[in-house]
């Protein structure tokens, strides 16, 4: 079974432009959560998706946006980049049992580079 | 955000020796997880624990679930340079991952 796939694995962007990064979860999982990862405040979590709607939503400004789609996938956007939004951006998915996500699986992650 | 407190941030110890890792939170959690992370790549899922006072072992590394819920420990034996890495906890709630700061471990030959 193929792993959590993330594309690309690397961007530079300049600061005020908008960036899509995407992911493909294991076959099977519906639930697609995204993290942010910095030095500075280690692993954020952003939002998280499940059957194409945001369940949960964590404390990042508007600029930050996802969505999800039928087959599962999921893009996230980030908007008017700003220097202090280059990171590790890494999505996990998971199945569901009773009403819960189960262990998430990582992907390698797409790091982001805002100059 | 909500993090997790996880202790030591870093270790350097010499291969061969046993390692020991914990996390303790304020808040109840149904599953406590551990990961690694190597340089450049995403959290690789190590131990899952379901239930309080559950003790799990994958290889040379065991964990355990707190009996309050609020708190986990990794321990890895006979360490090797493999080792070397970041490790995680993190609490599992119902939709979203809190994670620990990380135990930066360095392994000497």
């Known amino acids: 079974k193929a792993g959590v796939t993330q594309t690309p694995r690397y961007l530079i962007k300049t600061r005020g432009q908008q960036v899509t990064l995407s992911c493909s979860p294991i076959?099977?999982?519906?639930?697609v959560s995204w993290y942010q990862q910095t030095p500075g405040q280690g692993l954020q979590f952003l939002f998280e998706?499940?059957?194409?709607?945001?369940?949960n939503k964590g404390n990042f400004p508007g600029r930050f946006s996802g969505r999800q789609f039928s087959n599962s996938r999921s893009e996230m956007n980030v908007s008017t980049l700003e220097l202090g939004d280059s990171a590790l951006y890494l999505c996990?998915?998971?199945?569901?049992?009773?009403?819960?996500?189960?262990?998430?699986?990582f992907g390698q992650g797409t790091r982001l580079t805002v100059v | 955000g909500q993090q997790l407190n996880q202790s030591p941030q870093s270790m350097f110890i010499q291969e061969g020796e046993d390692v020991s890792m914990n996390c303790t939170s304020s808040?109840?959690?149904?599953?406590w997880l551990w990961y690694k992370q190597d340089p450049g790549e995403g959290p690789v899922l190590l131990i899952a624990?379901?239930?309080?006072?559950e003790l799990t072992s994958n290889g040379r590394l065991t964990a355990q679930f707190g009996i309050t819920r609020k708190d986990s420990f990794l321990n890895i034996s006979a360490s090797i340079p493999s080792d070397v890495g970041i490790y995680f906890c993190?609490?599992?709630?119902?939709?979203?991952?809190?994670f620990g700061q990380g135990t930066r471990l360095t392994i000497n030959p």
């Open positions: 996990a998915s998971s199945s569901l049992s009773g009403g819960s996500n189960t262990e998430a699986f």
């Open positions: 076959s099977g999982h519906r639930s």
């Open positions: 998706y499940f059957s194409e709607t945001q369940r």
């Open positions: 808040s109840i959690f149904n599953t």
């Open positions: 624990l379901y239930k309080a006072g």
């Open positions: 993190a609490g599992q709630g119902a939709q979203k991952l809190v």
